[in-house]
């Protein structure tokens, strides 16, 4: 039977493996596959499923030992991932058990005998199957398939992450590389897998989708598509009822509940359900706001944190925030100011905050990318103006600002973007009496990534990481200190 069928293969090498019925539907369908009962197939689920195993590793071992003259070609997001699935794959090869089962399907090695005049190749990229004409080949998305073409070809995971998803720029780069590149290698009759979790309507399998709905004429799939949590209408091949676990020993109901607490809805609609989200999460949605009555906040059991994102002059906004870190530990975005002010404005708002109004900020995170000087420079020790006046006036007010520097290298919009879960879930909270102020710091941001102002998100990103890394910075710079110093590699200025 493991001759014959992927499933009896599949648990035979690995009779540990916890099966699902799942796992038994994908794998009938890439016997399916593989008898040519089916042309192409794509299989979406979330994470930690199953599908990598199976579709990427098992198949085409098992594709092998049925035909040793088949020619593979196996891709993912990254060329590393690729080419640990082809170590994968050779390791199923050759195990004593797959040998039982196809002693004609074998690797070069030093113990094959083999008529043949020349060597065949064995490495990270490539394998070929020894006495035949079967090879396998890997590649990552947009990287170079050259010198064979396939019978088979398998795209597992062409997205990696949310940030490559929302990226227009990526997704289109990833279509062409399938149209040029990839789609070209196919053999006559080539069948196609295409496994991967759902980022975004417009990914390669949307696309892919799209062009069959709206030409017959064009490559047409069948699509098993096995959300986490069940929900009607439910197809014919999932026997499960609205609301059941997909996979409960892996993740039952009540994890998965946690699991869509924790990520948010954006994750939650994409990586879990396999249902990219439409543009109401494509940001902030103050349809699911959580607000706070700031009257009922005892600020004396609370920690204050702020974040300050400079004005690069001219129009450009200066976003300066206070959040408060509850006793139930949500952070509540308590103060937000975003103006058109001067570095020197920015500086006496810090103070004020500080002296007038009493929040005793636990740390004070600043971003020095807009503060005039080279990154270089800063990270040798040299001081902006904006560093140079505020331990000024510091000192001569007798006012104590922990204060942290540091110079930011990553996307903007990503940084942004990874507030989503905290604001969905709860987690980060608003005041109830901040409508006004509210819609300043987000809603300006909403129609990203045309938006014109993006400071106030960013100020609080920057107040969100300090806090999920526990505010370990050293504090750049504390009045009264006579001596400086420099960390050669953090970057942060004087002593700690």
């Not at 920690?303 to 530990?329: R, W, Y």
């Amino acid at each position: 039977m493991a001759r014959r069928h992927l499933l009896d293969f599949y648990t035979y090498l690995r009779p540990q493996y916890n099966i699902n019925w799942h796992h038994r539907l994908i794998c009938q369908r890439l016997d399916d596959l593989l008898d040519g009962k089916i042309q192409n197939l794509m299989i979406f689920t979330h994470p930690r499923a199953g599908k990598s195993e199976i579709g990427s590793r098992m198949f085409p071992a098992y594709a092998f030992g049925r035909n040793p003259d088949i020619q593979i070609i196996g891709t993912s997001y990254a060329a590393a991932l690729a080419t640990r699935m082809n170590r994968d794959v050779q390791r199923i090869i050759t195990s004593p058990e797959y040998q039982e089962l196809f002693p004609d399907t074998m690797l070069s090695a030093k113990n094959v005998r083999t008529t043949a005049q020349s060597s065949y190749l064995r490495n990270n990229e490539i394998f070929e199957i020894v006495n035949h004409r079967g090879t396998y080949m890997c590649a990552g998305v947009e990287g170079p398939i050259t010198g064979m073409g396939y019978d088979i070809g398998i795209i597992d995971d062409p997205i990696k992450d949310r940030a490559q998803a929302e990226s227009p720029t990526y997704r289109d780069r990833a279509w062409d590389w399938f149209v040029s590149t990839f789609y070209s290698r196919s053999e006559k009759n080539a069948r196609m897998l295409v496994i991967l979790t759902r980022w975004h309507s417009d990914d390669l399998a949307g696309r892919l989708l799209k062009k069959a709905d709206e030409d017959i004429e064009t490559e047409q799939w069948t699509v098993i598509n096995l959300p986490a949590v069940a929900e009607a209408p439910i197809p014919p091949y999932d026997p499960r009822k609205p609301g059941e676990a997909l996979w409960p020993w892996k993740y039952d109901e009540r994890a998965l509940k946690r699991k869509e607490a924790m990520v948010g809805p954006y994750e939650w609609e994409a990586m879990w359900q396999q249902r990219p989200p439409d543009s109401k999460y494509s940001l902030f949605n103050l349809d699911v706001i959580k607000t706070i009555d700031p009257a009922t906040v005892d600020l004396s059991k609370c920690q204050f944190f702020g974040a300050l994102d400079p004005s690069e002059g001219g129009h450009d906004f200066a976003a300066l925030i206070t959040m408060v870190v509850l006793p139930d530990n949500r952070w509540l975005v308590w103060d937000c100011d975003l103006e058109v002010d001067t570095q020197a404005q920015s500086l006496e708002k810090i103070l004020d905050r500080q002296s007038q109004h009493h929040f005793n900020y636990s740390l004070f995170r600043i971003e020095a990318n807009s503060l005039g000087i080279a990154e270089s420079a800063w990270r040798h020790g040299e001081l902006s103006t904006f560093e140079i006046l505020l331990r000024q006036r510091q000192k001569e007010e007798g006012i104590v600002v922990p204060y942290a520097m540091f110079w930011s290298h990553t996307n903007k919009e990503d940084r942004i973007r990874s507030l989503q879960p905290h604001y969905f879930n709860g987690q980060l909270c608003f005041r109830t009496d901040w409508a006004k102020k509210y819609k300043k710091l987000m809603l300006m941001f909403k129609g990203f990534p045309n938006a014109d102002f993006d400071d106030g998100p960013d100020a609080a990103e920057m107040c969100v990481s300090g806090i999920l890394n526990g505010f370990s910075e050293p504090t750049s710079w504390l009045p009264n200190e006579d001596e400086m110093s420099v960390e050669d590699e953090g970057g942060y200025h004087g002593p700690y």
